[in-house]
Nanobody, 126 residues
Framework: QVKLQEFGGGLVQPGDSLNLSCTAIGRTFGNYDMGWFRQGSGSARDFVAAISHADDRQTYKNSVKGRFIISRDNAKNTVYLQMHNLEPEDAGTYYC???????????????????WGQGTQVIVSS
C-alpha cells in the first residue's frame, strides 16, 4: 500500500520562509517523480513543483520560480519543498504526490500523479 505523509505546514507572515517535507512508502521511491500541489480556499488543486525520479530535473509553476525549491532524498524516501518570500497567494493546503508511472520525467499534469498525501496547511498572514 502506498502512503504519503506531509509535514511542515503552519502560519507564517508574508516574506517568511517555510519548509515542507513528504515521506512516501510502499513503492521504490527512487523510481517515481514527485510533486507538490496547492489548493487554495474555494479553488481547484494547482501544480506547484515537481522533481524527476533521478533528481535531475525540477519543474515549477511560474509564480514560484526563484522562491521555491523542490528537492528529494531517495535514501530517506522524502521529497522537500523549501518556500521562501512567501506571499498571501501561496496560502492553502499543500499536497505531496507521486506519479503513477515509474521513470516518467514529465511534463506534469494532475492526472499523472496517482498517489496523494492528506495535505498540510500553509497560512500566510500578517
Amino acid at each position: 500500500q502506498v502512503k504519503l505523509q506531509e509535514f511542515g505546514g503552519g502560519l507564517v507572515q508574508p516574506g517568511d520562509s517555510l519548509n515542507l517535507s513528504c515521506t512516501a512508502i510502499g513503492r521504490t521511491f527512487g523510481n517515481y517523480d514527485m510533486g507538490w500541489f496547492r489548493q487554495g480556499s474555494g479553488s481547484a488543486r494547482d501544480f506547484v513543483a515537481a522533481i524527476s525520479h533521478a533528481d535531475d530535473r525540477q519543474t515549477y509553476k511560474n509564480s514560484v520560480k526563484g522562491r521555491f525549491i523542490i528537492s528529494r532524498d531517495n535514501a530517506k524516501n522524502t521529497v522537500y519543498l523549501q518556500m521562501h518570500n512567501l506571499e498571501p497567494e501561496d496560502a492553502g493546503t499543500y499536497y505531496c504526490a507521486q506519479t503513477t508511472r515509474p521513470f516518467y520525467r514529465g511534463p506534469y499534469a494532475e492526472y499523472d500523479f496517482g498517489y496523494w498525501g492528506q495535505g498540510t496547511q500553509v497560512i500566510v498572514s500578517s
